[in-house]
């Protein structure tokens, strides 16, 4: 039986690659948020003008905004889950 689990000191550069992947987590959600607030005054301003496509974009964006966060938020725990499932196979 074969026993390998990840090394995180077997390459150079692993901690720089981990902190660049953090800082780009944190990219995504920041502009995750910004794409709910934009999306959201564009949903507010097509409601308030009585025009149905730029509320129709501004609800599609916030729920495409939200989604990302959603996806950003639980990468880390997505990928430990199906981990988790490969080593039972």
Known sequence: MIDIDPNTEGLPGITALQSIVGALMTVGLICAVLGVIVSAIVWALGANSSNPQLAGRGK???LVAL???IICGAAVAAVNFFWAIGQTV
């Open 60 to 62: 599609t964006g916030v």
């Open 67 to 69: 989604g990302a966060a």
